[in-house]
């Protein structure tokens, strides 16, 4: 038995913990507001708010409904754009996108009415940049987007006012959300002690999920009905602690959670800027880092960050574990070295010391919030003007994530000058067989390789002579 608050109303069900939470809001609970777009996460027309509470914090994040299993909202309140209409009237987000004209056919506005509502209650500062980020899982077909940039606009301004106050008091106190919001951190926890167990899967094989982002666009109808062991909320699956020069990681970590770790913020000062080109904000909600490693996708951005990084796995059966570095997990185009029931169960890195420069790029057809055409991440360590170590990857240029470790060893104990790079980039494209696709040609991804990685070099030494390297062929 599954049981969450859905908007005011706590309630159960015993549907399929694989049921999506789109088809049970829309289906079961004829809460129509909830649009059914492209069905992969793509367009935020199925956007809602999921609060749980976090170390006794309630904290709300968007997701997109069309790719969250009911296994993953056990204990946490839902809240679909119905959940968020006041007694009467507008909220000032409605009203706002109602004053400003940002809205036409009226399909895709619910869903951003649910992006801004929770940048409202994010805590994030209230600049405009931050509002247009909030909405940037959200696609509007019909309605020009600089309209939704004034209701965005108008929203900040009214969240200038918060100051030091705690942003859902705010929001409740603005009729942002209403009345009820002021009670939900208590009936979370009230909830939480009559739900402590999610329904235990019926075999120990049962199928493994967490975030499901891209697993409920390949297998939406399996996973409606298969058995599931769930992985999202397990909260020792989702750490993110540092150990002497190490950073240990669970499998379940999300995007976003790496985004908000001061160990992460720490050690990559720009982290948290590289990652927007990423996926949404609600798909970063959701997408966990052990799910994209075992995706096997090539062009997988955390995949590529990660082998740089040089990161090593503990596979685990339930009964036994094992070592296994990123960069011997992938054997072919999805294939990799997991044995029957293996699971990634802890994910670790050495932390980049002072010395350590790190950088990543990626080139898509759209700037941000598209997959890649290629992409890649660069780890170098200097000892004055020596290369001390250096991982290199790459991704779109191989039937898998690639660590270009020719390439890498070729730096290491190299004087770094412009004619090295040049060097060092004949030798990726010896390492690289890319393919000729809908991204792009083979031709153009081994020249965009070689881009990258001037990109790299350029982003990381600015004494280098930019104008050399960009010659160099």
Same mark, same amino acid.
């Given at each position: ?14 549907? =399929? ?11 079961? !609970? ?6 059914? /777009? ?5 367009? /935020? ?23 969250? =299993? ?18 009467? /009237? ?59 940039? !004034? ?60 975030? /499901? ?24 699956? !989702? ?42 904000? =609600? ?41 296994? =570095? ?148």
């Amino acid at each position: 038995m599954i049981r969450f608050i859905l908007n005011d109303t706590e309630l159960s069900t015993d549907l =399929p913990a694989g049921t999506t939470l789109l088809d049970f809001v829309r289906y079961n !609970r004829r809460l129509t507001g909830t649009k059914i /777009g492209c069905r992969e996460g793509d367009c /935020g027309a199925c956007s809602v708010l999921i609060g749980e509470l976090i170390e006794e914090q309630l904290r709300y994040r968007s997701y997109t409904s069309c790719l969250t =299993p009911l296994g993953n909202v056990q204990g946490k309140h839902v809240v679909t754009i119905e959940g968020l209409n006041p007694a009467t /009237g507008l909220n000032p987000v409605q009203q706002a996108m109602s004053s400003c004209s940002a809205t036409q056919c009226g399909f895709c506005t619910p869903g951003f009415v649910v992006s801004l509502a929770q940048f409202c209650v994010s805590g994030k500062e209230a600049t405009v940049q931050n509002a247009i980020a909030a909405m940037d899982g959200n696609i509007c077909r019909c309605t020009g987007y600089k309209s939704i940039e !004034r209701a965005a606009e108008e929203i900040t301004g009214l969240l200038s006012a918060r100051e030091e106050q705690d942003p859902l008091q705010f929001a409740v106190g603005n009729n942002i959300l209403p009345a009820y919001f002021s009670l939900m951190k208590a009936r979370l926890m009230a909830l939480r002690e009559r739900s402590k167990e999610l329904r235990k899967p019926r075999s120990t094989q049962a199928f493994r999920v967490a975030g /499901g982002t891209d697993l409920y666009v390949q297998r939406h109808d399996e996973l409606d009905h298969d058995d599931i062991h769930f992985m999202f909320d397990d909260p020792a699956l !989702r750490i993110i602690r540092r150990q002497g020069n190490q950073c240990i990681m669970g499998p379940a970590v999300t995007a976003t959670d790496l985004q908000e770790s001061a160990v992460i913020r720490e050690a990559f000062p720009h982290f948290s800027k590289q990652v927007k080109a990423i996926s949404s904000t =609600p798909i970063r909600n959701g997408a966990t880092i052990a799910g994209n490693f075992v995706n096997a996708s090539p062009i997988g951005d955390f995949s590529i960050f990660f082998l740089a990084a040089d990161a090593q796995l503990l596979l685990s059966d339930g009964n036994h574990t094992r070592r296994l =570095p990123l960069r011997k997990l992938y054997k072919g185009y999805k294939q990799l070295d997991l044995k029957a029931h293996e699971h990634i169960r802890e994910i670790s890195f050495t932390l980049p010391g002072k010395e350590t420069c790190v950088n990543f790029e990626k080139v898509s057809k759209r700037t941000h919030l598209d997959i890649a055409s290629v992409n890649s991440a660069l780890f170098i360590t200097m000892n004055g003007d020596l290369i001390a170590e250096a991982g290199l990857a790459a991704g779109g240029v191989a039937p898998v994530p690639l660590c270009l470790q020719q390439t890498a060893d070729f730096l290491v104990g190299k004087h770094l000058e412009e004619t090295l790079i040049g060097e060092a980039i004949a030798i990726a494209k010896e390492e690289i067989s890319p393919v000729s696709d809908a991204r792009g040609t083979a031709a153009y991804k081994t020249l965009l390789l070689g881009q990258l990685i001037k990109a790299h070099f350029i982003s990381l030494f600015p004494r280098l002579d930019a104008s050399r390297l960009l010659h160099l062929v």
